[in-house]
């Protein structure tokens, strides 16, 4: 599978982008997805994951309430709307898929980077002040 992330761009703090996970060459539909950010001289961090189904989900503390992560197993897509975006959020965001398992409860999402195996490019998200 492959994995590509978009949806990235300068945004004025206050404001909205949604990032789109889209995949390629197989289905998504029993994967645990997760998106990741990577600021310069930082490491990577974990920023939202979401189980196969949709209905475990997971966010870092920085982000909940004006991050939503979603999917459409039909569209083998995986969205992130971020609102509210704050100067600390810029980075170069990735999603990746946690292929090494296939979860078929909907139970599943793994938080840490090394859970996912398959990772797409990353879309820089730039939040001026």
């Known amino acids: 599978v492959q994995l590509q992330a978009s949806g990235g761009g300068l945004v004025q703090a206050g404001g909205s982008l949604r990032l789109s996970c889209a995949a390629s060459g197989d289905t998504l539909e029993y994967h645990a997805i997760g998106w990741f950010r990577q600021a310069p001289g930082k490491e990577r961090e974990t920023v939202s994951c979401i189980s196969s189904t949709g209905s475990t989900t997971y966010y870092r503390d920085s982000v909940k309430g004006r991050f939503t992560i979603s999917r459409d197993n039909a569209k083998n897509t995986v969205y992130l709307q971020m609102n509210s975006l704050k100067p600390e959020d810029s980075a170069v965001y990735y999603c990746?898929?946690?292929?090494?398992?296939?979860?078929?409860?909907?139970?599943?999402?793994?938080?840490?980077?090394?859970?996912?195996?398959?990772w797409g490019q990353g879309t820089q998200v730039t939040v001026s002040s």
């Open positions: 990746a898929a946690a292929v090494g398992v296939a979860d078929f409860s909907g139970t599943y999402v793994p938080e840490a980077p090394h859970g996912y195996q398959k």
